[in-house]
């Protein structure tokens, strides 16, 4: 809190022993990148939250890595502002072209700024894949609960064959899913 954000964003290059030069070098790009050249002279405690957390992100970036890891970033922010820095994260990532991991609870984050989504349950990786996959090919019932808004509605149905094609009886009605029974690639698809 007693360094300035140039000083607080140079700290990681200054441990790693880099040159001031290399450093001023550095640091001057990475706020440029970021927008945040204006608040270099300032304390941590005269910028807003929105700017605290670019502040972070230039100190990871100065550092050049080769994976990022953003721990739901945008968790303390307002909804107007977190519409905003995630537009910026996604512009961010594709503008260094590092790896990021981005974990968040938000659904609605996770689809609108990745590339791939990896869906866990306790530990576990359910679902891996694009957004449009998670959200209209999810592979069991966590998944296709968990993703959508408004929540997906589910019934149980029963899957028979009506006419030598796959059908689905759901209280007593008869949905034909127009597969013909025994087509190769569908059987994989309905677990025979």
């Not at 590339?115 to 996959?133: A, F, N, S, Y």
């Not at 029963?158 to 009605?173: I, K, P, W, Y």
Request: charged share 25%; hydrophobic share 40%.
């Amino acid at each position: 809190p007693y360094m300035s954000i140039r000083e607080n964003i140079a700290f990681p290059l200054r441990a790693q022993g880099v040159p001031a030069s290399e450093t001023r070098k550095r640091v001057d790009a990475v706020a440029e990148l970021l927008g945040i050249e204006e608040l270099l002279s300032m304390s941590p405690g005269q910028v807003h939250p929105a700017q605290g957390q670019r502040v972070a992100i230039a100190k990871a970036i100065v550092r050049e890595p080769r994976v990022f890891l953003f721990d739901e970033p945008l968790s303390h922010l307002d909804a107007h502002m977190r519409s905003r820095m995630r537009a910026e994260l996604k512009h961010l990532h594709d503008t260094v072209g590092r790896t990021t991991l981005f974990v968040t609870h938000d659904q609605a984050e996770g689809l609108a700024i990745s590339d791939r989504i990896g869906v866990m349950r306790q530990g576990e990786l359910v679902q891996l894949g694009t957004p449009e996959d998670i959200f209209h090919r999810p592979t069991d019932r966590y998944v296709a609960e968990f993703v959508g808004t408004p929540p997906i509605n589910l019934f149980d149905a029963e899957l028979c064959e009506s006419d030598g094609t796959r059908a689905a009886q759901v209280s007593g009605v008869e949905i034909p899913l127009g597969a013909p029974l025994h087509t190769p690639g569908v059987d994989a698809q309905w677990g025979k």
